[in-house]
């Protein structure tokens, strides 16, 4: 199999979370660069970044799925019981806990 990057996570609960998503796609995932989190703030911030990896053929529907991913985190929405404005990425209002798919 050949690996090929397809993104560089802000963090390793972000890239787990990716990892389980392109997973459950049917994607294999390998991370990278996960056991020097650790070192946050000893080593060069481009160093400790976590990486995910997929098999070249892979790639493509990988890269599209993550792309998805950012268009919903860069989204708004606002709660439909308390009018709270919140991120895209977060499935229930951080303000009053009601889900997202009842705003």
């Known amino acids: 199999m050949s690996w090929v990057?397809?993104?560089?996570?802000?963090?390793?609960?972000?890239?787990?979370?990716?990892?389980?998503?392109?997973?459950?796609?049917?994607?294999d995932v390998m991370l990278k660069g996960d056991s020097l989190s650790s070192a946050t703030g000893e080593l060069p911030a481009d160093v400790v970044a976590v990486t995910l990896w997929v098999d070249v053929l892979r790639s493509?529907?990988?890269?599209?799925?993550?792309?998805?991913?950012?268009?919903?985190a860069e989204s708004l929405w606002f709660c439909s019981s308390c009018q709270e404005e919140n991120?895209?990425?977060?499935?229930?209002?951080?303000?009053?806990?009601?889900?997202?798919?009842?705003?």
């Open 87 to 103: 991120s895209g990425s977060f499935e229930i209002c951080w303000q009053c806990s009601t889900p997202r798919n009842e705003s």
């Open 5 to 27: 990057q397809v993104y560089s996570a802000s963090n390793s609960l972000e890239a787990h979370s990716l990892k389980g998503m392109l997973e459950a796609m049917g994607m």
């Open 60 to 72: 493509e529907k990988a890269r599209e799925a993550l792309h998805q991913y950012e268009l919903q």
